[in-house]
């Protein structure tokens, strides 16, 4: 068995220094690629845009990025009419986050979003909340 | 003696099939976890369960180690090592899933594909999935065992 174990592993080293050898290695984290309807964070913040939190009601109480709005899936309606609200009065591209770079629920609210506004600029952070910390 | 046979090839068959299921499994997650690392080391951090760093390395050896061990099932020198690492890699899956699940974390899977998804986990059938895949595998595993035990009593007897 430990012979099996060693065989394994030899094969999987040899397969980990293709890939560091082959330049697709996440080690050195180059900018990340973005994709469409996605919005770097140095880009978004030299926009006027209105901030929506996607990581729903609890994640906001505990923390969110100034001046953000709350749009949860479970509450659609009135994050929506608060939303719409604001964005009436002084149409800004729309910024939706939640709170890190593998979380999906951002990309799924500008999905909806755009349907609900299809005339307004909306863009799902890239990186998430984390993004803001650092 | 019909009967005996016929369930002894039954066996077989059943094992091999489970044989090739977990392999195919295990292959087709592999094969876009390494072609993308860097995406699926933003899923791995998306667990909240190691640091940045060591989530590269994981995306880095992880995907090979699927790899080598989807193959490693269809060959007979390491398919006993090849089965044990998969069957502890699904125990380490199904502990995160769930753990991901309770803390009401919003993630990117990252079993089949390294890109983030716009569709909400579903929690359950993941669990469930890896636990269809952990009993194949527990099942290969006995059944591989009790044939090598078969094999030695009747090679010393």
């Known amino acids: 068995m430990l012979r099996e174990f060693c065989i394994i592993l030899l094969l999987t080293v040899i397969g980990v220094a293709y890939t560091l050898f082959s330049g697709l290695s996440p080690l050195s984290r ?4 973005l994709e469409a309807g996605e919005i770097r964070l140095a880009d978004a913040r030299a926009l006027n845009a209105i901030w929506v939190d996607a990581g729903g009601a609890k994640k906001f109480e505990e ?3 100034p001046e953000a709005l709350l749009l949860d899936e479970e509450d659609w309606d009135a994050g929506l009419f608060e939303l719409m609200n604001t964005w009436l ?7 939706i986050y939640c709170e ?3 979380c999906g629920k951002s990309k799924r609210i500008a999905k909806r979003l755009r349907q609900s506004l299809p005339d307004a600029e909306i863009y799902s952070l890239k990186g998430g909340s984390a993004a803001w910390q650092q | 003696m019909a009967a005996v046979n016929l369930e002894v090839r039954s066996m077989a068959y059943l094992m091999l099939i489970g044989r090739l299921t977990l392999s195919a499994a295990f292959i087709l997650a592999a094969l876009p976890k390494i072609q ?7 899923s791995v951090e998306g667990y909240h369960v190691v640091t940045a760093n060591l989530a590269m390395w994981i995306a880095l050896v992880l995907p090979w ?3 080598v061990a989807g193959f490693g099932l269809l060959i007979p020198q390491i398919k006993r090592g090849s089965n044990l690492i998969i069957a502890l890699l699904l125990v380490v899956f199904i502990a995160l899933h769930a753990s991901a699940w309770a803390r009401g974390l919003d993630i990117n899977c990252g079993c089949f594909n390294a890109h983030e998804s716009e569709k909400t986990p579903g929690y359950l059938w993941l669990i469930l999935r890896n636990i269809g895949l952990l009993t194949a595998c527990i099942f290969v595993l006995i059944r591989d065992w009790q044939h090598r035990v078969r094999r ?3 090679s010393t007897s």
């Open chain 1, 100 to 102: 890190s770079e593998g």
């Open chain 1, 89 to 95: 009065i002084e149409p800004r591209p729309i910024i």
């Open chain 1, 30 to 33: 180059a900018e990340p690629k």
């Open chain 1, 63 to 65: 923390r969110h990025i």
């Open chain 2, 65 to 67: 180690l699927e790899l």
């Open chain 2, 152 to 154: 030695e009593d009747t």
């Open chain 2, 36 to 42: 993308d690392p860097a995406a699926f080391a933003i």
